[in-house]
């Protein structure tokens, strides 16, 4: 048992650290999709929240592929997600006020 919690709590404290160690990446794929001020806080969201489990271009790295979310779910449905979690998705409803999910799912929901 302590050893599977040490394996456990090794394999977070490396997903921590690889989502402090965040470089200067080229997010031109996101500020493309920036076509009102609510998408650039939502670009600012994202990049702050969102980019470590999803990826810069938003294809996906530990978490799944957003680039057409908005084809295969709603605004609500996303909302929803970002708010109270899903699978291995964390809740960020402690983390983000309401409003701020609002424009994150809005935007997610344009990714068609």
């Not at 794929?29 to 650039?40: G, K, Q, V």
């Not at 294809?59 to 899903?86: H, Y």
């Amino acid at each position: 048992m302590t050893r599977k919690r040490g394996l456990i709590i090794a394999i977070l404290a490396v997903l921590l650290l690889s989502a402090c160690n965040q470089k200067a990446v080229d997010d031109s794929a996101l500020r493309a999709t920036i076509m009102s001020p609510e998408d650039e806080e939502a670009v600012a969201l994202y990049k702050n929240q969102c980019i470590s489990c999803h990826a810069v271009d938003l294809s996906g790295k530990v978490g799944p592929a957003l680039q057409n979310i908005g084809s295969t779910m709603t605004e609500e449905k996303i909302n929803e997600i970002i708010r109270d979690g899903s699978k291995g998705m964390p809740s960020f409803k402690k983390l983000l006020e309401d409003n701020e999910i609002e424009i994150l799912a809005g935007w997610l929901a344009n990714m068609k």
